[in-house]
DNA sequence: TATTGTTATACTCTATAACTATA
DNA sequence: TATAGTTATAGAGTATAACAATA
């Protein structure tokens, strides 16, 4: 069987992604994440006081679906929404969201490992900053 | 504002990854297609006569998924199907449909050529076989 | 008994339009 | 007038269970 797909470094880069993404909701499963919900959690606990409208922007998400996800993280107690001002919030994580992260960051670090272990070591700096031309300067 | 995410190559590949895909998808958009017909059409052209059941495993797609998509390209009269047994469909491309190959063809080659722009000519061969490995390997 | 294709359905993720309140 | 957050909703894309017909 021909498989002309073979020849494609887009399709290879988009079935890599998909594989990894695959394992990633596995692994957050058992901490009861979303994939988006895991990113919002390492970017809130980065920088405590971040907006809503901060996470759309360096998540490049749609505004409305940052409700819902942020209202889940509050729910459990992973999130307190502060006002910054009138309209705004300011977002930081409470001590089981703390928590949290730090069982995503093992996640996280495993699955980067395992990634990380299918390119050569001499090669992984200048795999990520191509991924990253990729994104940022398409 | 701190980005913890940037130092993740696995943040990086799926970020490439959906930026890719958008891409693609408005190419696509031309030619009424989506992204999962046009693998199908290209391996149908590749393979004359291959079998829905075929397709799912080489595209890794759930077979009820391939049902309505096949029904699609039909109803398009962009692929036909010819009773191979009592139970499966061998899926041939007919004109319509190798002509519509082409300009899917047209679209993926500068979507590719788009993509390689961001490697390093002396990388492009390492990082397809990077991503490669790492679907068909994980 | 395993395989092929199918039907019906559900779930997740993402996108759009329109609204309120505030800067 | 532009921005932050919200509401409601719609659309892809993908997944599961169960079935009929055939190998």
Same mark, same amino acid.
């Given at each position: 069987? $021909?498989? &002309?797909?073979?020849? +494609? @470094?887009?399709?290879?880069?988009?079935?890599?992604?998909? !594989? %990894?993404?695959?394992?990633?909701?596995?692994?957050? $499963?058992?901490?009861?994440? $979303?994939?988006?919900?895991? =990113?919002?959690?390492?970017?809130?606990?980065?920088? &405590?006081?971040?907006?809503?409208?901060?996470?759309?922007?360096?998540?490049? /998400?749609?505004? @409305?679906?940052?409700?819902?996800?942020?209202?889940?993280?509050? %729910?459990?107690?992973?999130?307190?929404?502060?006002?910054?001002?009138?309209?705004?919030?300011?977002?930081?994580? !409470? &001590?089981?969201?703390?928590?949290?992260?730090?069982? *995503?960051? *093992?996640? *996280?670090?495993? +699955?980067?490992?395992?990634? /990380?272990?299918?390119?050569?070591?001499?090669? *992984?700096? /200048?795999?990520? $900053? =191509?991924?990253?031309?990729?994104?940022?300067?398409?």
């Amino acid at each position: 069987m $021909k498989d &002309p797909l073979a020849k +494609l @470094p887009g399709y290879a880069l988009r079935r890599a992604s998909v !594989t %990894m993404m695959d394992a990633l909701s596995e692994g957050l $499963k058992d901490l009861d994440l $979303k994939f988006t919900e895991s =990113t919002a959690l390492v970017l809130i606990g980065a920088n &405590p006081g971040i907006r809503q409208a901060d996470l759309v922007e360096m998540l490049a /998400i749609q505004r @409305p679906n940052m409700v819902p996800l942020v209202a889940r993280l509050e %729910m459990h107690g992973w999130v307190e929404r502060a006002a910054v001002d009138g309209r705004s919030f300011g977002l930081t994580l !409470t &001590p089981a969201g703390e928590a949290l992260l730090n069982r *995503v960051w *093992v996640v *996280v670090n495993d +699955l980067e490992q395992r990634l /990380i272990s299918h390119v050569r070591t001499d090669q *992984v700096e /200048i795999f990520h $900053k =191509t991924l990253t031309a990729i994104w940022q300067n398409w």
